[in-house]
């Protein structure tokens, strides 16, 4: 009898889809505990292994030296736990419905690890969930770290995935340890050691013919290593492109059933073609369809994208989709183009020449970049933190300078003029608001969506202030209200910011004079308009920054622009001091405690 689902399951959408699924659930575990043991060596590390899972934990996962220490360099406080000279580090998670075998078993492990048999150099263990968090860290910030790394060489995923059973993961780390010594290269590991599942990152530079034959002299040896420990090239990720064209060595004999299997569900070859079967007429090189290749250059495009800096950026982005589960846009739109892969994407196709610079003229090309409402989750949520925000900025200010801003983006974006009138004719502003016939006729004139609330405005407006007394507090405050604050909710945001910062020893002063932060100029492209403003900011602000005065932004999209945008407006040590001393009140405050 055929077992469908096993076949199935790993097949990589080579022979069919899934459209539905059982899932068996689980209650939750009551209790839980964590402990961070630290070895001198990997061997060290893979014997503590096959040990630690004799006592049944939940989970086992190892970070290696490289890691460590760049969470050390950056004096990340994951790694206050670790002595300085270890070559890695194991969480062991345990958890269960009875507390006192759980602590019991982390103690017992521990114990054995480091005083028994002395393989473990240190050990910490928690009960308590914060505490866990803490001892987490150290694997959580691991991944992070590893893909924002700097230079040329990067971490690639080409070995990433090999898997032995866990009594072979002690030969396993001394044959990887051999391979990347004898081609001379630097790798991270970091992984699921309880299943002898290892994410191995060699550093490589796939622009370096060099280096690239190196990718496929240690996918061929590492593949090598895996088949004599009866392992796999592939425990979590799949095989995908990278690794088909290893598979017939993997499977020897049996690779031929595969291709049959393969036919038998799709004679058409129309399912995920060219993974794990490969293409009879054109077998593939691991090194095949590199998103930068040896072959891989720039061109020079006459575009804001010929700055190293942009280019750089356009090229930090690995394709990786995580922006699928975070970006607003394509949540709401499930359209790819929506995505920040696709601006990166498009983007690089025109820097590598593949697409002609004129298309950032485009209307298509320009719909693409409007898809981000520069909310700026890339910058922490993307792996890579791709500034995909700045870059989609830069292309539609392009677009802008050569195209002209229509009529809606100037108007929607003049929020200090629409927002100080407003302000000066409230109530009548606000009643005009709501008369229908009149609200009808802007949403005509602007293109406004008919559900969409405009701000309803205040008198009198919160335009300057100074604190009566206390210039010798203890923090001087240069609160930059923003308009929002300052025309809508004056009694609200902006004298309650004022109100608590006072309340905290703050002396509080808003210059006269200030301007709208620019961001919604930044954000749709009008980058002239936007730097004018942010000037004519700078010159006021910065001079108090001399006094010692620090600025506090009550409304983050302000705090944002002073921070971040400012200084590539601008680009002068006035902007950046601005930004460097531009605080969000919220940490602002959690700073003062
Ligand atoms: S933009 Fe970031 S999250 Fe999206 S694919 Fe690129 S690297 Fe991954
Ligand atoms: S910054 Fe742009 S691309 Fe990134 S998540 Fe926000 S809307 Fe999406």
């Known amino acids: 009898r055929v077992r469908l689902t096993r076949l199935l399951a790993g097949s990589e959408g080579t022979l069919a889809l899934f459209v539905e699924a059982k899932l068996a659930i689980r209650d939750a575990p009551r209790f839980r505990s964590v402990a961070l043991l630290s070895f001198a060596s990997l061997e060290a590390l893979g014997e503590a292994v096959e040990r630690a899972l004799g006592f049944g934990p939940s989970g086992v996962e190892m970070i290696d030296r490289t890691l460590l220490e760049e969470l050390r360099r950056l004096e990340h406080p994951a790694v206050g736990f670790l002595p300085s000279e270890v070559e890695a580090a194991l969480i062991v998670e345990f958890d269960g419905d009875d507390e006192e075998e759980v602590r019991s078993l982390t103690r017992r492990l521990v114990e054995r690890l480091l005083r028994e048999e002395g393989l473990a150099v240190e050990g910490h263990f ?49 044959g990887l340890r051999q391979i990347l010594g004898k081609h001379g290269v630097h790798a991270a590991i970091i992984g699921h050691a ?46 995908g492109l990278v690794r088909t064209p290893l598979l017939p060595k993997m499977f020897g004999d049996l690779y031929p059933l ?91 196709a025109v820097i590598r020449g593949d697409l ?39 292309a539609r200010g392009y677009y802008v300078t050569h195209r002209g801003q229509t009529l809606q983006n100037r108007l929607l974006a003049e929020a200090q ?46 335009l300057t202030y100074s604190s009566p007394d206390g210039w010798l507090a203890r923090h001087r405050v240069l609160y930059f209200p923003g308009c929002f604050a300052s025309f809508s909710d004056p009694q609200g945001e902006a004298w309650a910011t004022v109100e608590v910062l006072e309340r905290n020893g703050c002396f509080v002063l808003t210059p006269p004079g200030l301007r709208c932060c620019g961001v919604a100029k930044v954000t749709v492209g009008s980058l002239e308009e936007a730097r004018d ?61």
């Open 417 to 462: 003029w629409t927002s100080r009138l407003g302000s000066l004719a409230a109530p009548w502003a606000n009643s005009a608001n709501r008369f229908i016939p009149l609200r009808r006729l802007v949403e005509k004139g602007i293109g406004l969506d008919h559900r969409r609330c405009l701000p309803l405005f205040q008198r009198p407006a919160f």
């Open 126 to 174: 928690a009960f308590d969930p914060k505490e866990q968090e803490r001892l987490l860290a150290v694997r959580k910030a691991s991944v992070p770290i590893l893909y924002r790394a700097s230079g040329r060489r990067k971490p690639l995923s080409f070995v990433e995935d090999g898997t032995v059973a866990p009594e072979h993961l002690p030969a396993y780390l001394r």
């Open 533 to 593: 403003d942010a000037e004519r900011n700078v010159r006021i602000l910065s001079p108090w920054l001399e006094e010692g005065f620090l600025i506090v932004a009550s409304a983050a999209s302000c705090g944002l622009a002073l921070k971040q945008d400012y200084p590539h407006l601008l680009g002068t040590p006035e902007a950046r001091q601005v930004a460097e001393n531009t605080w969000d009140v919220h940490e602002f405050l959690l700073m003062l405690k």
């Open 258 to 348: 595969l291709g049959a299997i393969k036919r038998l569900f799709d004679p058409k070859g129309l399912l995920n073609p060219g993974k794990i079967v490969l293409h009879p007429e054109a077998p593939l090189r691991i090194t095949e369809f590199l998103r930068y290749g040896a072959e891989y250059r720039r061109v020079p495009t006459g575009t804001p994208f010929d700055e190293p800096l942009w280019a750089e950026e356009i090229e930090k982005c690995h394709g990786c989709g995580t922006c699928r589960d975070y970006c607003p846009v394509f949540l709401a739109t499930g359209d790819e183009a929506a995505t920040a892969r696709a601006k990166a994407n498009l983007l690089r």
């Open 356 to 394: 002609p610079p004129s298309i950032l003229l485009s209307e298509e090309f320009k719909a693409v970049m409007d898809l981000c409402v520069n909310c700026r989750l890339c910058l922490t949520e993307c792996p890579t933190q791709v500034n995909i925000p700045d870059l989609c900025i830069q």
């Open 194 to 239: 309880g299943n002898g599942n290892l994410h191995v990152r060699p550093f490589l530079d796939l622009q370096d013919p060099e280096d690239l034959r190196k990718v496929e002299a240690i996918a061929e040896e590492v593949a090598a290593l895996l088949k004599t420990l009866g392992g796999s090239l592939s425990g979590e990720h799949g095989d």
